[in-house]
């Protein structure tokens, strides 16, 4: 932890603004309310350090320095946010994973649409041939939509089975049989002249 001058701090706090609406883990938001960067993230000059990027700035104050490689993640998902308990060091890799790209988003829910847990015994993995998740499902939903697929299928089979039952028997006729339907009309046709 490095030593921090008050007058610092409340150069720093100045442009701090605590968040009515924006909570990580019961704590507010400690929102940036002065200048951001282009990615978004809050900024202040301190002393001759390159970084200016405020977070990292309180993060060292605070928590500690920022072990080589890491970056910090913002558990709350706000970029400007300052409050040091809403930041992780993690690595690129973890961060780019927890951010906000479709992917990174739907690895975050921990329920499906329907509200199922993504439990291990719930969840198929679906993976790239990198080895990367692709998608996951829940088995609940994902059972339960074959289960009706499959249900319609048989429905619509058996409803087409009996629309084209009569041309499918004819089809499969050996000569034999259609010989012998032949003959049926044919003296079915003659008992109807013989009617007449
Ligand atoms: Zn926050
Ligand atoms: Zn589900």
Same mark, same amino acid.
């Given at each position: 932890?490095? *030593?921090?001058?008050? /007058?610092?701090?409340?150069?720093?706090?100045?442009? $701090?603004? $605590?968040?009515?609406?924006?909570?990580?883990?019961?704590?507010?938001?400690? +929102?940036? !309310?002065?200048?951001?960067?282009?990615?978004?993230?809050?900024?202040? /000059?301190?002393? @001759?350090?390159?970084?200016?990027? !405020? *977070?990292?700035?309180?993060?060292?104050?605070?928590?500690?320095?920022?072990?080589?490689? =890491? +970056?910090?993640?913002?558990?709350? #998902?706000?970029? *400007?946010?300052?409050?040091?308990?809403?930041?992780?060091?993690?690595?690129?890799?973890?961060?780019? =994973? #927890?951010?906000? &790209?479709?992917?990174?988003?739907?690895?975050?829910?921990?329920?499906?649409?329907?509200?199922?847990?993504?439990?291990?015994?719930?969840?198929?993995?679906?993976?790239?041939? &990198?080895? +990367?998740? #692709?998608? %996951?499902?829940?088995?609940?939903?994902? @059972?339960?939509? %074959?289960?009706? &697929?499959? !249900?319609? #299928?048989?429905?619509?089979?058996?409803?087409?089975?009996?629309?084209?039952?009569?041309?499918?028997? =004819?089809?499969?006729?050996?000569?034999?049989?259609?010989? *012998?339907?032949?003959?049926?009309?044919?003296? &079915?046709?003659?008992?109807?002249?013989?009617?007449?």
């Amino acid at each position: 932890m490095s *030593h921090v001058s008050t /007058k610092d701090l409340i150069r720093f706090f100045a442009k $701090v603004e $605590v968040s009515k609406t924006s909570f990580y883990n019961g704590s507010p938001c400690w +929102e940036w !309310a002065a200048c951001l960067n282009r990615g978004g993230y809050g900024q202040f /000059k301190y002393k @001759r350090e390159t970084s200016l990027a !405020a *977070h990292r700035r309180i993060y060292q104050w605070f928590v500690g320095t920022i072990p080589d490689g =890491l +970056e910090l993640d913002h558990l709350c #998902r706000v970029r *400007h946010c300052v409050n040091p308990a809403h930041l992780e060091a993690v690595t690129h890799r973890e961060n780019g =994973l #927890r951010g906000q &790209s479709p992917v990174a988003l739907a690895a975050q829910q921990t329920h499906c649409a329907n509200g199922h847990p993504f439990t291990p015994e719930n969840t198929y993995i679906f993976r790239k041939a &990198s080895g +990367e998740i #692709r998608q %996951r499902a829940c088995k609940i939903c994902t @059972r339960a939509y %074959r289960a009706k &697929s499959a !249900a319609r #299928r048989r429905a619509y089979s058996k409803e087409y089975w009996a629309a084209n039952r009569e041309r499918f028997l =004819l089809a499969n006729l050996t000569d034999e049989q259609r010989a *012998h339907r032949r003959n049926i009309k044919a003296k &079915s046709k003659a008992k109807g002249r013989k009617a007449a």
